[in-house]
């Protein structure tokens, strides 16, 4: 199953990549019901970089999960280019997750037993890639995010800038067309948040559609379009973003 096709590749017209009608989740416990996002439309086209900002709470990590073929809407309609996801097995999910869409997290996610090109290489070890041609993608990957000399080091020998450098490379290994990265600058100081956002422009301006999840007005801004969530809700106007920066 090709949803999203290669990246990169020529279209004749800008596609939709995201189309969520109506997707609303509610989580329960026991007699507790807490609504995470309410009756969300949302479209994200071919090669677009998108924010979704907001608080804590506001329901963008949530959005993220749902994207990323992680979690189920509750009611709505999650389309991931022109493909209805509630008709999808769990082998087309898995193979959307592990090959079309690379994720990047605020926890960075790597195995502090393995090295920095081992990390990368995983993903293409889940598809089944031979063994050389792991090695060099991996390789190629690491260059890509100015890390050719740290091969060999495991993450506790890597700065944290570094260790997100290693996790955006294993989350382009695969060559997605859709790159998700929820809080990726979280737990980065100023330096390292600048060359992590210069990454995902880099890999945007290379044909990918990127959606950052953030809640920081300053990194939102690095986006070509910001989508603003509060209380569940995606919210158009601008007078959203002054209640979340207060």
């Known amino acids: 199953m090709d949803l999203l096709g290669p990246y990169g590749s020529d279209h004749s017209s800008r596609q939709e990549v995201i189309r969520l009608e109506r997707v609303s989740k509610v989580y329960r416990t ?133 260790q997100q450098r290693v996790a955006v490379a294993r989350a382009l290994v695969t060559e997605p067309a859709l790159i998700l990265a929820d809080e990726p600058t979280g737990n980065l100081d100023s330096v390292s948040t600048r060359d992590v956002l210069g990454l995902l422009q880099d890999l945007h301006d290379s044909g990918r559609t990127v959606v950052l999840i953030t809640h920081e007005h300053d990194v939102a801004s690095a986006a070509g379009r910001v989508v603003n969530m509060l209380d569940g809700r995606v919210h158009q106007d601008a007078d959203t973003v002054e209640v979340w920066t207060r």
């Open 30 to 162: 026991g007699a507790f019901e807490v609504a995470a996002l309410r009756d969300v439309d949302l479209t994200i086209h071919d090669g677009e970089f998108v924010a979704i900002a907001g608080p804590s709470g506001s329901g963008k990590s949530t959005l993220m999960h749902i994207l990323g073929c992680l979690d189920v809407p509750t009611a709505g309609r999650y389309y991931l280019a022109g493909e209805d996801v509630s008709t999808m097995t769990e082998d087309d999910l898995a193979a959307v997750r592990n090959r079309r869409i690379g994720f990047v997290f605020q926890q960075f996610n790597l195995l502090p037993s393995l090295t920095a090109l081992r990390n990368v290489e995983l993903p293409l070890a889940y598809s089944g890639a031979p063994r050389h041609e792991r090695h060099e993608r991996a390789v190629r990957a690491l260059g890509r995010v100015g890390l050719a000399d740290r091969l060999e080091h495991r993450p506790g020998e890597l700065s944290g800038g570094q």
